[in-house]
């Protein structure tokens, strides 16, 4: 074990903000279904600097970025990174992913952990998204960052988003876990990483054509018409 802080494991990492935040991920437990201790503590930031941050029933956070002076009717951009990570530890290393912080270490160039996952998928774009809320220097439009859930253990999240988060708005969408490639209400498609979540109200069709193009077949198809590809 290193006898040296986990902080200091970060010094010297540029961009200092992200490390900043990438840092405060790795010392919160967040297991998929186990990232509240993190999304409160993400949306108390938020708040804390002026930011509007919401969390929704299915427990992802919306933070909102108001567009910078003279830049307000610019399309706006949605930043999402998932807050779970994947949970493995080696055999002989005794590891509790519920109340353990992650233990970093810089090897060989590498920023990697003491015999367990690191997190950095998703935990790096999260970190990248805090930086950017942050960075008051930035010159942007509107932006929203999404803090999505259960991305690793079930992909839970994305009726919610559908739901709650893109009903009114059109915005273009970056991130791991999920990315919008059309929306033409009351119908809404939203590919994902692994797969594609489909929440149709009219066009069946919809869920059979896109699968094609990314060459997937339905593989479930719900009470009311929606569609889950691939997996």
């Given at each position: 074990m290193s006898d040296l802080s986990p902080q200091s494991m970060f010094l010297g990492l540029e961009p200092a903000i992200v490390w900043k935040h990438f840092a405060?991920?790795?010392?919160?437990?967040?297991?998929?279904?186990?990232?509240?201790?993190?999304?409160?503590?993400?949306?108390?930031?938020?708040?804390?600097?002026?930011?509007?941050?919401?969390?929704?029933?299915?427990?992802?956070?919306?933070?909102?970025?108001?567009?910078?002076?003279?830049?307000?009717?610019?399309?706006?951009v949605i930043l999402q990174a998932h807050l779970d990570m994947v949970c493995q530890n080696n055999a002989e290393t005794p590891h509790d992913f519920s109340r353990d912080p992650i233990r970093p270490l810089r090897r060989d160039g590498w920023?990697?952990?003491?015999?367990?996952?690191?997190?950095?998928?998703?935990?790096?774009?999260?970190?990248?998204?805090?930086?950017?809320?942050?960075?008051?220097?930035?010159?942007?439009?509107?932006?929203?960052?999404?803090?999505?859930?259960?991305?690793?253990?079930?992909?839970?999240?994305?009726?919610?988003?559908?739901?709650?988060?893109?009903?009114?708005?059109?915005?273009?969408?970056?991130?791991?876990?999920?990315?919008?490639?059309?929306?033409?209400?009351?119908?809404?498609?939203?590919v994902v990483s692994r797969g594609a979540y489909f929440v149709i109200r009219q066009r069946q069709q919809m869920v059979d054509g896109i699968g094609s193009v990314f060459g997937w077949t339905p593989q479930h198809r719900g009470a009311e018409n929606d569609g889950f590809l691939g997996s």
């Open positions: 405060t991920l790795c010392a919160i437990p967040r297991a998929s279904k186990d990232e509240a201790r993190l999304c409160n503590h993400l949306q108390s930031w938020a708040i804390a600097r002026g930011l509007t941050a919401t969390v929704d029933a299915a427990g992802n956070l919306r933070v909102r970025k108001a567009a910078s002076a003279g830049r307000e009717r610019l399309p706006g920023l990697v952990a003491e015999g367990t996952t690191l997190g950095a998928d998703n935990g790096i774009g999260v970190a990248l998204m805090l930086a950017v809320l942050e960075d008051r220097s930035l010159q942007h439009g509107p932006i929203e960052a999404l803090f999505t859930v259960d991305e690793e253990a079930g992909m839970g999240i994305l009726i919610e988003l559908a739901e709650l988060f893109f009903i009114d708005i059109r915005m273009q969408l970056f991130g791991n876990g999920c990315l919008i490639v059309e929306i033409e209400l009351p119908e809404l498609c939203i």
